[in-house]
């Protein structure tokens, strides 16, 4: 669970920090919905930060519906997936049910597709590790019933994750008469947002409109394929940049998705693989038995991501030896993905990154064939490559300036009296053109005068080149937020 940077209203929560909830001890508020509160909250006993998510007494809408959200979170405890986040516990405290999950800084998909489209392979990445997550859970007999981009965190460790596993079938609230535009239990803090509403048993429907598949309209017998629904309608956000569906609220989205034709993928300047498109569409059938299950989902994006590789000849040679792997390299360095995942997720909050380690620990070729690849499907990125010399800022500074990537080096003059190369191998000077930037000889940069010297570190950095234009926003909040309505007649 992820904890929020924004400010959270504290006026009438449940619990005051300090207070204790069983051996939790809370810290602060990080997230409300409609269904509860929560936490960031210490553990006493083992000394960890969990995130606290309270349930209040009054989402339990049937004398058995506490036993069952107790069952299913347990049920889900037994996970151990990566791309699900763990739950540690589960309780209740004065008659308030609360699961404990593992706390983690991040960013939700949600808030992802509002800032920016992801590249091709960061999308068909994100949709593999919440197919590989489904699969898990359908194993385990566990639909989500919830799925949308607000309950997948892309931790700052780079590994995408699924919230509130088993919780939504768990949690049921009776419909909501009235309008159903007008009826909405979406949480104030999407970021950390509770899976508020959900379908109910019987007595009408629950879940987020945005996603909901044609049964769940219905209100028929929900099955694991109503999660691939929302599996295929968040690919389409994620390769094609847009929502599916043009509607002006939930009850105009109803009748589009409960019509019987195909649904029409939206339109894009970038060409769409076959295979992917193919895969989206099939995800979005209205027919729940037509569509795929998650296990055969998670094996066609692996295997469209492992086609995007550079086709290889039978006489390259895949082991470099001591050579360092460059870009070229990026479809034969492999071993390192989660390292990769991790750094390019903490560019986005640190903006100088250093890579430090002994000679030959694989510092290049982690960055040239392992991270540089990772940044060019974001976009356009400029890569400068420099050995520091004598002034690394000024030199810096100069490629800044001109945004060239190649360069001739040449040799500073001697001062007058000077031995040239008996003390010291000449140093590189900045002219005005920025044509010299680093400390070598004209000979290039591995090349150094006189006895053998130690080979000055290299800088590698990179920049994106422009801002480009983030992809159409996600679906109006009206339609994308856990809402409420009454079950179809």
């Not at 508020?196 to 929900?222: C, H, K």
């Not at 070598?440 to 130690?454: E, K, T, V, Y």
Request: charged content about 25%; aromatic content about 4%; glycine content about 10%.
């Amino acid at each position: 669970m992820t904890s929020s940077r924004q400010q959270v209203s504290t006026s009438d929560t449940l619990y005051e920090p300090g207070r204790s909830v069983d051996h939790y001890r809370v810290l602060r508020l990080i997230g409300r919905g409609g269904m509860g509160e929560v936490y960031l909250a210490r553990d006493v006993r083992l000394g960890r930060k969990v995130a606290l998510k309270v349930v209040r007494p009054d989402a339990m809408t049937s004398p058995d519906a506490r036993d069952r959200f107790l069952f299913e979170a347990r049920t889900t405890a037994r996970f151990n997936h990566p791309h699900i986040v763990t739950i540690y516990d589960v309780g209740e405290h004065h008659g308030r049910p609360y699961v404990a999950l593992e706390h983690l800084e991040g960013q939700s998909l949600r808030e992802r597709l509002q800032a920016e489209q992801p590249g091709a392979g960061e999308a068909l990445r994100i949709g593999l590790a919440i197919a590989e997550a489904l699969a898990e859970a359908h194993a385990h007999k566990i639909v989500h019933r919830d799925l949308k981009p607000s309950n997948v965190l892309l931790g700052e460790d780079g590994r995408p994750r699924v919230l509130d596993f088993g919780l939504a079938r768990a949690l049921a609230s009776p419909g909501i008469e009235g309008d159903a535009e007008a009826a909405s239990g979406a949480s104030q803090d999407e970021s950390a947002e509770l899976s508020d509403s959900f379908e109910s048993d019987g007595v009408g429907l629950r879940g987020t409109p945005a996603y909901m598949a044609p049964e769940q309209w219905r209100n028929e017998e929900i099955t694991p394929a109503a999660d691939i629904w929302a599996l295929g309608v968040i690919l389409c956000q994620l390769v094609y940049g847009a929502y599916p569906f043009r509607a002006a609220g939930p009850m105009a989205l109803r009748a589009q998705v409960l019509t019987p034709e195909a649904v029409a993928l939206p339109e894009t300047e970038t060409e769409v693989a076959a295979p992917l498109e193919g895969l989206i569409r099939e995800c979005m059938a209205k027919v729940p038995g037509d569509r795929p299950d998650a296990q055969r989902v998670a094996d066609r994006l692996a295997a469209m991501l492992r086609g995007e590789r550079r086709p290889r000849s039978r006489r390259e040679n895949p082991y470099r030896g001591l050579l360092p792997f460059d870009e070229r390299h990026g479809d034969m360095f492999f071993g390192r993905d989660d390292e990769i995942a991790a750094f390019v997720e903490r560019l986005r909050s640190e903006p100088v990154l250093p890579v430090v380690g002994p000679s030959g620990a694989g510092k290049s070729s982690f960055i040239q064939a392992g991270v540089v690849p990772r940044l060019r499907e974001q976009g356009r990125w400029l890569l400068l490559k420099l050995r520091p010399g004598s002034q690394p800022i000024r030199n810096l500074a100069q490629r800044f300036i001109r945004g060239d990537t190649t360069v001739r080096l040449t040799p500073s003059r001697p001062a007058p009296g000077s031995s040239h190369g008996q003390d010291r191998p000449p140093q590189g000077r900045c002219t005005n053109s920025g044509e010299t930037l680093g400390g070598a000889s004209a000979g290039g940069p591995d090349s150094m005068p006189g006895p053998i010297q130690a080979t000055p570190p290299e800088l590698l950095v990179t920049a994106p080149a422009g801002s480009g234009e983030a992809g159409p926003p996600p679906p109006d909040l009206a339609l994308d937020e856990t809402v409420a309505a009454p079950a179809a007649p």
